[in-house]
C-alpha cells in the first residue's frame, strides 16, 4: 500500500502493505560486498521485514541502505504510518522519501 524510495534515486527500498495488526514492512538489504552496478545483476543481500503495531513508537527506526550506494538512509515508523494514513485516506499507494541518518535520529 505504499513504497519507501531513496531520496537520491527514487529507487524503491521498501514495500508497505496492510497488515491485521499493523504494518508490514519488507525491505531488501544489499550486503555490504555487493558492488553498486554489478554487471551481472547479481545482487548479495537479506531481506528485512518488520511488523510496525500500535505500540511502536514514531521514532522507532532501522537502517537501510539504497543498492546504488547511497548510504545511510533510515526508515522510521512514522515514515511507515505516514505512508499508510495517506494510502487509507486516498486509496492510492504512497511514495516517501527516506530521510537521511542524522546525529537527531533516535536508534
Ligand atoms: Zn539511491
Known sequence: M??????DCNNVMAR???APDGIAVSAWI???AS?????NGRRVGWTFFAMIDDSMPDE???PLKCWRGHDHLVVTARDCRTAAAAYRSTGRKKRV????MGP???R
Open 97 to 100: 522519501p527516506l530521510s537521511p
Open 104 to 106: 537527531d535520529t533516535v
Open 60 to 62: 522507532e527506526s532501522a
Open 35 to 39: 558492488a553498486p552496478g554489478d554487471p
Open 2 to 7: 505504499g513504497e519507501l524510495v531513496c531520496p
Open 30 to 32: 544489499p550486503a555490504a
Open 16 to 18: 508497505l502493505f496492510d
